[in-house]
Structure formats: structure tokens, C-alpha cells
């Protein structure tokens, strides 16, 4: 428990560090070196409703979600796991991408950008490591599940710049 706060407390310093000296470069860059109170409250909290951090937190939210999702995870044998890692799976690409539901897409940062994307590849990512080790002999199927998931992904895109986005250039 003490280290999974320590480890915390570290995440927390070096946002709030890497925030700051953004936003110092960012007041270089434009030559106003007024530094107000909302730069004091944007470092403390470089998750709030700023779109360009929006992956700090989500990564906060996992980091302090991880001790559940692992107790769940550890009680879910191999089928089970790869049944819950599936019916997310599921239910992003479904409500996700193809209905655009405001459940998946929720917030401020639409099409992924959320903590339902980072609980799926949470559990996509404990399934591979517990499960799907990529061996010298399975080389070659796991580089064909890459290249298929990446043509899928590829396919996807494309569906939806011509199907829901007719203008998109």
C-alpha cells in the first residue's frame, strides 16, 4: 500500500514538473513571462480540461483504478479473462466507433481519448502478458496478428473518413 502511493506521489511530482516546464517554454516562446495563478493551478493538476493533456488523466485515473482491475483480473481464469477482454473489445468498437455512443466517447475528449480506451488496453495488455507470450515459433503469427489488426485499424479509419465524414478534406 505505501508503495503504491510512493509510486503515485512520484507519477503526481514529475506530471506536475513536465507541466510546468511546458508551459515555461510555451511563455519563452511567446515572450510573456507573466506567470498568473492559473499556471500554479494547471501545474498542480495537469489533468484537468486542457485537450492537449488529456493522456496524463487517463493514465492518473488507470494508475489509481489498477489495484481493482487487478483483483479482478486475478480472479478471471484464462477463458474468462479473454471473454472480458472480448466483450470490451466489443462494446468499443460497437458503441465506440461505429454508433459514436456519448457512453464510450463520453467528456471532453471524444473518439478514444478516455478512460474506457485505457481499462480495454488494460486488460488486452494483462491478457498478453499472462497468456499470449510470443515465443522464437510464434514469431511469424504473432507479427500476422500486427499486420491484420493493423489493416483493420486501417480499414476502419477509411470507413469512417468516407461513411461519417464525407467532408473530411
Known amino acids: 500500500q505505501h508503495k503504491f502511493w510512493r509510486s503515485f506521489f512520484n507519477l503526481w511530482v514529475m506530471c506536475v514538473f513536465y507541466t510546468a516546464l511546458s508551459y515555461m517554454f510555451h511563455l ?15 501545474s498542480l493538476f495537469p489533468f484537468g480540461r486542457n485537450p492537449g493533456w488529456w493522456f496524463i488523466g487517463c493514465y492518473i485515473l488507470l494508475y489509481l483504478l489498477s489495484p481493482l482491475l487487478n483483483v479482478i483480473i486475478e480472479k478471471l481464469s484464462q477463458k474468462r479473462l479473454l471473454g472480458a477482454t472480448l466483450l470490451l473489445l466489443g462494446i468499443n468498437l460497437y458503441f465506440g466507433h461505429i454508433w459514436r455512443s456519448e457512453f464510450i466517447n463520453s467528456g471532453s475528449y471524444p473518439s478514444g481519448y478516455n478512460l474506457f480506451q485505457f481499462i480495454n488496453l488494460y486488460f488486452i495488455g494483462n491478457y498478453i502478458r499472462q497468456y499470449a507470450h510470443c515465443k522464437q515459433a510464434n514469431i511469424k503469427f504473432c507479427f500476422i496478428i500486427y499486420f491484420l489488426c493493423s489493416c483493420l485499424l486501417g480499414v476502419l479509419y477509411y470507413l469512417d473518413l468516407s461513411i461519417w465524414h464525407t467532408n473530411s478534406f
Do not use: M
Open 28 to 42: 519563452y516562446q511567446v515572450g510573456d513571462f507573466h506567470i498568473g495563478k492559473s499556471i500554479l493551478f494547471v
